[in-house]
């Protein structure tokens, strides 16, 4: 098994209760899951593979998945900025798949 769908099946099992679902298209989540063992593998911790990673835990830990933006993000679009953190509602297209836009400040972008 690799370690996305170990990822996959771990995280399910405790952000689903939580009203946090992966986005029904598995082999994107897996993609993104990989991404995320990979920044673990090369920082020690699984930051946000869609954004930029300065490598230093302590400027990137609003972006350590799940990133602190995850729950405005799937509030008001369905969605946190990655998509692969879903509401049911986005997963059962209920809701328009609209694109969500950076929340990190500015001064976070460009460490």
């Given at each position: 098994?690799?370690?996305?769908?170990?990822?996959?099946?771990?995280?399910?099992?405790?952000?689903?209760?939580?009203?946090?679902?992966?986005?029904?298209?598995?082999?994107?989540?897996?993609?993104?899951?990989?991404?995320?063992?990979?920044?673990?593998?090369?920082?020690?911790?699984?930051a946000c593979?869609?954004?930029?990673?300065?490598?230093?835990?302590?400027?990137?830990?609003d972006?350590?998945?799940?990133?602190?933006?995850?729950?405005?993000?799937?509030?008001?679009y369905?969605?946190?900025?990655?998509n692969?953190?879903?509401?049911?509602?986005?997963?059962?297209?209920?809701?328009?798949?609209?694109?969500?836009?950076?929340?990190?400040?500015p001064?976070?972008l460009?460490l």
């Amino acid at each position: 098994m690799s370690e996305a769908q170990r990822l996959y099946d771990a995280l399910k099992k405790v952000q689903e209760p939580k009203g946090y679902y992966f986005n029904k298209d598995k082999d994107r989540a897996l993609e993104l899951l990989d991404a995320l063992a990979l920044n673990r593998e090369r920082y020690g911790y699984m930051a946000c593979p869609c954004r930029l990673v300065s490598g230093e835990r302590e400027k990137d830990k609003d972006i350590i998945c799940p990133c602190v933006y995850r729950a405005d993000d799937v509030e008001a679009y369905g969605s946190c900025y990655c998509n692969l953190y879903v509401s049911k509602t986005w997963n059962e297209e209920k809701i328009a798949h609209e694109y969500v836009p950076e929340r990190r400040p500015p001064e976070k972008l460009f460490l």
